[in-house]
T-cell receptor, first 111, second 117 residues
Framework: LAKTTQPISMDSYEGQEVNITCSHNNIATNDYITWYQQFPSQGPRFIIQGYKTKVTNEVASLFIPADRKSSTLSLPRVSLSDTAVYYCLVGENNQGGKLIFGQGTELSVKP | GAVVSQHPSWVICKSGTSVKIECRSLDFQATTMFWYRQFPKQSLMLMATSNEGSKATYEQGVEKDKFLINHASLTLSTLTVTSAHPEDSSFYIC?????????????FGNGTRLTVT
């Protein structure tokens, strides 16, 4: 299973764009890249998922370079409520595909 | 809306007793579910893979006799912490995928806070 590396923490201010980069040098051909958000005492919440290039949904964008050895989660115009831990995971997407969590990035958004 | 439901959301038990946590997939069948444990200020740690109709697969270092997993139906997996001790106090989280095409992300329940006194 691919190991991921993220910054331990990041600080931002309300209204700014936040980019969190994740390294996954050993990503396998069948692996997808998925990002989750976790608030204290809650289960992780799915944010976005991609395989290659760029993916965008209503809350975030995910940029994946051609070699897929890294990915960047982009959160546009963050608010205080975006303060959370963000996890980048790589793994297969079939029902039996388990995901191993890395340390995550603790994002703090300040007013 | 939520696709994976956990119950209870929190439980307090006395040392030496057993506690059962339920994980249900809502509106879909999950042949596989995953159980994680999370200690304060730490990341989630995968404990085991729950397989419907067969034995669970435990990660290295997780005691299968301590953490009993039963996946008796396609929508329900249970984790029983047997003879609980204070060091078992933790946040337990289950997850499952909806079966659909290629890119079906893993969805997580809201977790169960276990406190052993």
């Amino acid at each position: 299973l691919a190991k991921t590396t993220q910054p331990i923490s990041m600080d931002s201010y309300e209204g700014q764009e936040v980019n969190i980069t994740c390294s996954h040098n050993n990503i396998a051909t069948n692996d997808y890249i998925t990002w989750y958000q976790q608030f204290p005492s809650q289960g992780p919440r799915f944010i976005i998922q991609g395989y290659k290039t760029k993916v965008t949904n209503e809350v975030a964008s995910l940029f994946i370079p051609a070699d897929r050895k890294s990915s960047t989660l982009s959160l546009p115009r963050v608010s205080l409520s975006d303060t959370a831990v963000y996890y980048c995971l790589v793994g297969e997407n079939n029902q039996g595909g388990k995901l191993i969590f890395g340390q995550g990035t603790e994002l703090s958004v300040k007013p | 809306g939520a696709v994976v439901s956990q119950h209870p959301s929190w439980v307090i038990c006395k040392s030496g007793t057993s506690v059962k946590i339920e994980c249900r997939s809502l509106d879909f069948q999950a042949t596989t579910m995953f159980w994680y444990r999370q200690f304060p200020k730490q990341s989630l740690m995968l404990m085991a893979t729950s397989n419907e109709g067969s034995k669970a697969t435990y990660e290295q270092g997780v005691e299968k006799d301590k953490f009993l997993i039963n996946h008796a139906s396609l929508t329900l997996s249970t984790l029983t912490v047997t003879s609980a001790h204070p060091e078992d106090s933790s946040f337990y989280i289950c997850s499952a995928r909806q079966p659909s095409g290629e890119s079906s992300p893993l969805h997580f329940g809201n977790g169960t806070r276990l406190t052993v006194t």
